[in-house]
């Protein structure tokens, strides 16, 4: 069936980084946008960017930029969020979620991974 | 960026009751809004997509109306597997916005 897998959860020091995978299977990997969101512990969701899983251009929203890097490795069809310089702001639950239809980046989230909790403490 | 308000934040309801929660949109968005339901520990669900489209495998009692800037999700039976968070999201303007929840609680 569709789904996103991703990693488990990770716990950092402050100044170290982190890399996110979300591994697709059941679709065509290139053919939907990567989304991913992040949500604090007891907030809302925040959407971090996208990228474009055809081109490899990646997409950050005002606050995403610098320190989040977006990847792909299509032959496993797994995209990646890597966070550097880790902050103790960072702690969040980070989701990778599917583009509902094809070829579009403005859509609904019709596939969601189940979440990785990064935690970052000293 | 575009604002959405979700009113109200939290409510409380019993089972069978029908619900009803609005998001306005701080400009107008068409109808590219989501909805989304979302339980403790685990990923947003989609429920609706384009204002009133209703996802595949999700129960008939949720429906979705409105244009423009303003919308409601409704569940018209409310069962005890509802009790979560509801958020909306537009995806008409970059970039794309949730609303900031509202959560169902059991009365």
């Known amino acids: 069936q569709v789904q996103l897998v991703q990693s488990g959860s990770e716990l950092k020091k402050p100044g170290a980084s982190v890399k996110v995978s979300c591994k697709a299977s059941?679709?065509?990997?290139?053919?939907?946008?990567m989304n991913w969101v992040r949500q604090a512990p007891g907030q809302g969701l925040e959407w971090m960017g996208w990228?474009?899983?055809?081109?490899?251009?990646?997409t950050y929203a005002q606050g995403f930029t610098g320190r989040f890097v977006f990847s792909l490795d299509t032959s496993v069809s797994t995209a990646y969020l890597q966070i550097s310089s880790l902050k103790a702001e960072d702690t969040a639950v980070y989701y990778c979620?599917?583009?509902?239809?094809?070829?579009?980046?403005?859509?609904?989230?019709?596939?969601w991974g189940q979440g990785t909790m990064v935690t970052v403490s000293s | 960026a575009i604002q959405l308000t979700q009113s109200p934040s939290s409510l409380s309801a019993s089972v069978g009751d029908r619900v009803t929660i609005t998001c306005r949109a701080s400009?107008?968005?068409?109808?590219?809004l989501a909805w989304y339901q979302q339980k403790p520990g685990k990923a947003p669900k989609l429920l609706i997509y384009?204002?009133?489209s209703l996802e595949s495998g999700v129960p008939s009692r949720f429906s979705g109306s409105g244009s423009g800037t303003d919308f409601t999700l409704t569940i018209s039976s409310l069962q005890p597997e509802d009790f979560a968070t509801y958020y909306c999201?537009?995806?008409?303007?970059?970039?794309?916005?949730f609303g900031q929840g509202t959560r169902l609680e059991i009365k």
């Open positions: 990228i474009n899983t055809n081109t490899g251009n990646p």
């Open positions: 059941g679709y065509t990997f290139t053919s939907y946008a």
């Open positions: 999201q537009q995806f008409n303007n970059y970039p794309p916005t």
């Open positions: 400009q107008g968005i068409s109808s590219a």
């Open positions: 979620a599917r583009c509902r239809r094809e070829l579009l980046y403005r859509d609904a989230f019709d596939i």
């Open positions: 384009d204002a009133s």
